[in-house]
């Protein structure tokens, strides 16, 4: 262990001692140095010299289990890099919420009156959130496990649902803030911070509570699914309600599309995304703008009202006509 490394104790709690080279690891798992870069690289970390001993028994071992799912159950090379990126890209954002949340809270305590004071980049100051992170690994690892168990029942009912991969039939909405760009430069990033916090959690709230699934936050900006047209109107327009709700919050504007869908990587692809995407960005705040094909499926169920607008020329896309979905009154 580098004795110069803050991190080092931590390090070796969490997977154990650094003793092995990527050469090293290839002998003892059987996978040829190529196959382990590539990985490492799915996993979104930088290159390792091959001297370089930053690996762990902990290494040894979840590569071995590699090696007899490629070899023992038949799982294709390619599926296995696919799914460690995915999983690479989800765990680095739940990594860097952890240390943001326990920079955050010590950041307030100390700044309590009658707090402790640390010099920043002392061993002092590294002290408390190295400690508070070791100890919310093992309660995290098997949450994180729990978590991962629940959406993969839920993802393959919806496959059951849904067999096909391709050409998946989905109404696909956005919802974004309105005017966040010139927020985000006229109030402190603390603050902006809070602001994209409660953007979220109401946006995890609505989603789901309506029968959507919440595909990817992006800043200001959250994409949702489901399977009905209606459902979707019914999200997008709960959404745009509760954030005008909020007082701390500008509004939102919703865009929505239906139809063919491509599922990789658990995000969603295709031209009905790039509808939605698009008729988000001219929707008036607080106002849901659906495709053509949606509102059209709307057009006869009592619980919306929907109004036809011109033909509007999209980029990338064309020239397309729109509706815009209100609740009907009474």
Known sequence: MDASDPLGPLAEKLLGTPELTSLDLARET????????KLWRAL??????????????ADVEVLRAVRALVEGDGVE????????????????????????????????????????????????DAKDPLQRAAALAPALEQFLGYVWR???LAALRGRLATPSATDRPLAVGFADLVG???????????????????FEAVAY?????????????IGDEVMFAADDGAVAAEIGLSLAEAYRAEPD???????????????????????????????????????VLAGDALGEGLRDD????????????????????AWVVRRRAG
């Open 150 to 152: 629940r959406h993969l």
């Open 77 to 124: 090379p390619e599926d296995v890099v696919q799914v460690t990126r995915v999983i690479g890209q989800a765990l680095q954002r739940v990594a860097e919420a952890q240390v943001s949340v326990v920079a955050e809270r010590l950041q307030r305590e100390r700044a309590q009156p009658g707090a402790g004071t640390a010099i920043p980049g002392t061993p002092e």
């Open 30 to 37: 059987g996978l040829d140095l190529a196959q382990n870069r």
């Open 302 to 321: 009592p619980r919306f009202e929907l109004r036809h607008l011109r033909p509007v020329r999209l980029q990338g896309i064309g020239r397309v006509r």
């Open 205 to 217: 709230d609505h989603i789901p509570e309506h029968g959507g699934r919440v595909v990817k936050t």
């Open 249 to 287: 919050l500008p509004g939102v504007r919703v865009g929505l599309a239906s139809g063919p869908t491509l599922a990789w990587e658990g995000d969603l692809y295709g031209p009905t995304v790039n509808l939605a995407s698009r008729l988000v960005n001219i929707a008036q705040p607080n106002t």
């Open 180 to 198: 966040f760009t010139s927020l985000s430069q006229a109030i402190e990033p603390r603050e902006l911070a809070r602001i994209v916090d409660r």
């Open 44 to 57: 979104g970390f930088p290159p390792v010299a091959e001297d370089e001993r930053i690996f762990t028994r």
